[in-house]
T-cell receptor, first 113, second 114 residues
Framework: NAGVTQTPKFQVLKTGQSMTLQCAQD?????MYWYRQDPGMGLRLIYY???????DKGEVPNGYNVSRLNKREFSLRLESAAPSQTSVYFC????????????FGPGTRLTVT | AQSVTQLGSHVSVSEGALVLLRCNYS??????LFWYVQYPNQGLQLLLK??????LVKGINGFEAEFKKSETSFHLTKPSAHMSDAAEYFC????????????FGSGTQLTVLP
């Protein structure tokens, strides 16, 4: 039982390049989330998926797209990376039970030069 | 709308001293409150949660938090700090709606001095 996994762990991109961050969970979570973490700003929600087949924008969706491929997998795509997207990205899942707690992956550290 | 304020972006305590990390929230729905811990270069790990019932909740690693509705607070405490407690701590509150979203505070970095 790996929980929430993310690949890659580290990535360096040049401005304008594209890439996809992968997230998978084996906890049977209904809801999945993508956050970015920047110093002094806590976690900000980029996109979320309340259930398989649905996605919706969070607080900071500009420059990103997502795909909920199936119940297990939720990917985040940067179509044309910008230096402002340098950040640490976390994927999380929630079972969708009463208590709302989320379980986080280990993160992807992305640098855009 | 929901929001979380963590007072003090950096807190330093001596090993063996009381740890007190402050969290105040605002919520338009009955609050569900959470504390998470993040060790360097890792993801967030759930420490404890309050949903309903007992207002003093105990979590992992000897931490506890008390929900005080009148003060809209959910402060995190530990009687005796250990070097291994050095980490960043985040308070979070549930958001209304069906997607089980959380709103996070900006975090408090805890340093434990020998």
């Amino acid at each position: 039982n790996a929980g929430v996994t993310q690949t890659p762990k580290f990535q360096v991109l040049k401005t304008g390049q594209s890439m996809t961050l992968q997230c998978a969970q084996d906890m049977n979570h209904n809801s999945m989330y993508w956050y970015r973490q920047d110093p002094g700003m806590g976690l900000r929600l980029i996109y979320y998926s309340a259930s398989e087949g649905t996605t919706d924008k969070g607080e900071v969706p500009n420059g990103y797209n997502v795909s909920r491929l199936n119940k297990r997998e939720f990917s985040l795509r940067l179509e044309s990376a910008a230096p402002s997207q340098t950040s640490v990205y976390f994927c999380a899942g929630s079972a969708g039970t009463v208590s709302y707690e989320q379980y986080f992956g280990p993160g992807t550290r992305l640098t855009v030069t | 709308a929901q929001s979380v304020t963590q007072l003090g972006s950096h807190v330093s305590v001596s090993e063996g001293a009381l740890v007190l990390l402050r969290c105040n929230y605002s919520s338009s729905v009955p609050p569900y409150l959470f504390w998470y811990v993040q060790y360097p270069n890792q993801g967030l790990q759930l420490l404890l949660k309050y949903t309903t019932g007992a207002t003093l909740v105990k979590g992992i690693n000897g931490f506890e938090a008390e929900f005080k509705k009148s003060e809209t607070s959910f402060h995190l405490t530990k009687p005796s700090a250990h070097m291994s407690d050095a980490a960043e701590y985040f308070c979070a509150v549930r958001r209304s709606g069906s997607a089980r979203q959380l709103t996070f505070g900006s975090g408090t970095q805890l340093t434990v001095l020998p």
